[in-house]
């Protein structure tokens, strides 16, 4: 079983302990994984994944795993990430909603306010 993050690749990294001595042992700092499962609106069925506690957060901000998948940045999903999200998308072009769940770009709205 890997311990890895199915949506946004967060694995295991490496590291020292350092000592009052200063001496140096190699440890590794392991992710705080948590098996979860998702409703996903567009694909009207349960998602059971491994999700990082960070990830989780993020999911929270953007409202729902199926907003996180549409709105978050492609390269940084996983493989499965990007499987999910391509599939989100498809059932919402096909149904007309994938405009209301798209969020506006913070760049251009704070340009057109300023001018």
Same mark, same amino acid.
């Given at each position: 079983?890997?311990?890895?993050?199915?949506?946004?690749?967060?694995?295991?990294?490496?590291?020292?302990?350092?000592?009052?001595?200063?001496?140096?042992?190699?440890?590794?700092?392991?992710?705080?994984?948590?098996? /979860? %499962?998702? *409703?996903?609106?567009? =694909?009207?069925? @349960? +998602? &059971?994944?491994?999700?990082?506690?960070?990830?989780?957060?993020?999911?929270?901000?953007?409202?729902?795993?199926?907003?996180?998948?549409?709105?978050?940045?492609?390269?940084? /999903? %996983?493989? *499965?990430?990007?499987? =999910?999200?391509? @599939? +989100? &998308?498809?059932?919402?072009?096909?149904?007309?909603?994938?405009?209301?769940?798209?969020?506006?770009?913070?760049?251009?709205?704070?340009?057109?306010?300023?001018s």
């Amino acid at each position: 079983m890997a311990r890895k993050c199915d949506l946004s690749n967060i694995t295991v990294m490496s590291g020292n302990n350092v000592s009052h001595s200063n001496r140096k042992t190699k440890r590794k700092f392991f992710p705080n994984l948590r098996e /979860l %499962s998702f *409703l996903s609106e567009a =694909l009207g069925t @349960k +998602i &059971k994944i491994k999700v990082a506690a960070s990830t989780l957060r993020t999911i929270n901000k953007y409202g729902n795993i199926d907003n996180f998948l549409i709105n978050y940045r492609y390269n940084k /999903l %996983s493989d *499965l990430g990007k499987k =999910l999200r391509n @599939k +989100i &998308k498809k059932s919402l072009s096909e149904t007309g909603q994938l405009e209301n769940v798209k969020l506006k770009s913070r760049k251009f709205s704070a340009v057109s306010s300023q001018s």
